[in-house]
């Protein structure tokens, strides 16, 4: 299984919502990221974990809250979002932090988020 | 700071022509060189990952270069297909960084016409 998963694929909220977005692996990697992608960019690190700690935070604002339960799983926590949050969200995972010149990143499918 | 640049940033071909999608990078001190593909609205898939210590890396179509002492990084598509239609990033990582430290160019829209 080299799959990384997202849940949902789509999501629309209000900037007075709460909602999650969900990331899972059974790759047995270690380290998880979320990133950022605007249309027509490149995508932006936001947050990386590894062995379940938070490892990497790219100055993100607070109403992004990532949590890691377990190895497998990555949550990003959204609160109060700004319409110009509105983005391609994706999780990816790999063996470790640079353990090797030869690891890759495995990417999901992404969420679509839009704030209205 | 490292910074990616990729050329052009659209390309339009017929099918079956051989081509060549340019990356350079400004900061020699690379651990790796790694080529993705991503299909609208869809993540990111990764194609190649070329060592700083090597020179090429080869998956059926595809071949990917790395010349670090002038900062570039090239990807050839062999006889193009129109399933070969997508965006092509390609991401540096420095040497002494984390993994996480993917630094992005802004990549390539690759068309390939039937």
């Known amino acids: 299984d080299t799959e990384v998963t997202q849940t949902p694929k789509h999501l629309v909220m209000g900037m007075t919502n709460k909602k999650s977005l969900k990331c899972e692996q059974h790759?047995?990697?270690?380290?998880m990221y979320w990133y950022k992608q605007k249309a027509k960019k490149p995508p932006e690190l936001m947050f990386v974990?590894?062995?379940?700690?938070?490892?990497i935070n790219e100055s993100v604002p607070s109403r992004f809250s990532p949590e890691c339960p377990n190895s497998s799983l990555l949550n990003l926590h959204l609160h109060a979002l700004q319409p110009e949050d509105s983005a391609l969200y994706l999780c990816?995972?790999?063996?470790?932090?640079?353990?090797?010149?030869?690891?890759?990143?495995?990417f999901g499918p992404g969420t679509r988020l839009l704030v209205l | 700071k490292q910074e990616v640049t990729q050329i052009p940033a659209a390309l339009s071909v017929p099918e079956g022509e051989n081509l060549v999608l340019n990356c350079s990078f400004t900061d020699s001190a690379i651990y790796n060189l790694q080529w993705f593909r991503q299909d609208p609205g869809k993540g990111l898939t990764s194609l190649l990952l070329?060592?700083?210590?090597?020179r090429e890396q080869t998956s059926g179509r595809l071949n990917a270069s790395l010349d670090k002492s002038s900062g570039r990084s090239t990807l050839y598509i062999a006889a193009s297909q129109p399933g070969d239609s997508a965006t092509y990033l390609c991401?540096?990582?420095?040497?002494?960084?984390?993994?996480?430290?993917?630094?992005f160019g802004k990549g390539t829209k690759l068309s390939v016409k039937p």
């Open positions: 790759m047995g990697h270690r380290a």
């Open positions: 990816a995972s790999s063996w470790g932090l640079a353990a090797s010149n030869q690891e890759t990143q495995y």
């Open positions: 991401a540096a990582t420095n040497y002494g960084g984390s993994q996480g430290n993917l630094i």
């Open positions: 070329i060592q700083s210590s090597q």
């Open positions: 974990y590894s062995y379940e700690k938070l490892s």
